[in-house]
């Protein structure tokens, strides 16, 4: 097996992320989307510990929880109100006041309101998660290889290879997990093409002291997600203007505007770290996954902002499908399903 990657694997979105995994939290856009998500959750600790085992990198996979913070007195009795939609969708929850939100995290403004607590969520290191995938890979004899170039080569039924700067490569499976690039793959026809646009995203990393802060915190649309090496992350914009991944003033203005909103006491810390990476957004929210019109041609891409949560679902998904497993699971993120509008929001609507 050889993994091709047009830059240094492991560092477009998997290394710009932030690592959440919060299937509760993030706004599933359908029944399918969130039972996938759970799956995903469920598998980490064994996913994480058979990587740490092969490799000795170990991705620091956490169960601290979410705590969804509210500023004012409306917005903690709209967390309130949205509980029960939690709980049903599996959300281990509690309501907090004042003084229990700041029990748990006391790092966060003296004055807010109260939170929504989510038990069962969780994060990883993503950048350590990489590195440990990378040294899988390679102790299993895969090859990795960085080419310019690549392109799928195919007849009318079926995939053929892959065509590089340095020649053909034969390949009776070829799975495209090429994220924000996934939609553009030089040789593919129209009928197997996904629809995979750039979702831009920026970020930034304050120094506190370890421990500080340990469960990931939510503020609307923005949140903060504490590390082991005293890093808190800070994020994320959400920016649709093509394959641009810069980091601007605006953006940084406002992540730390939230930032500060929640926790002022963070104003006398340092920014040790700015970035900014590319999602790869799918037209319904939810991933591709699976056979396309092209034979032996897969798909595993369009994760938008649970590419890291998804990653032990999707490789066992994937890998079962190569292996000649029937692809019935996979149905309701068939790439195939082109311009079908989702099922029902089970989303819990907090953004």
Known sequence: MTVYDRAEPARAASWAGAGMLAPFSEQMPDAAMLALCRESLAIYPEFVAELRER???????????????????????????????????????????????LAREPMLAKDLAGGLFVANEAQVDNRRLGRALLAGCESLGVRIERVDGLAVECDSRRVRGLRTAYGFASAPVVVNAAGAWAGSLPGIPDAARVRVRPVAGQMLAIAIPRTAMRALVWLGHRYLVPRDDGRLLVGATVEEHGFDARVTAAGMHDLLDAALAVAPSLATFAVVETWAGLRPGSHDGRPYLGATALDGYLVACGHYRNGILLAPATARAIAELVAGGPADRLAPFAPARGGTEPEPTVANGLS
């Open 55 to 101: 490799t000795g990198v170990d991705a620091r996979f956490r169960r601290d929880g979410t705590l969804h913070v509210a500023l004012d007195g409306a917005r903690l009795a709209e967390l309130a109100a949205h509980a029960e939609t939690f709980r049903a969708n599996g959300g281990e929850v509690a309501v907090l006041d004042r003084g229990e939100a």
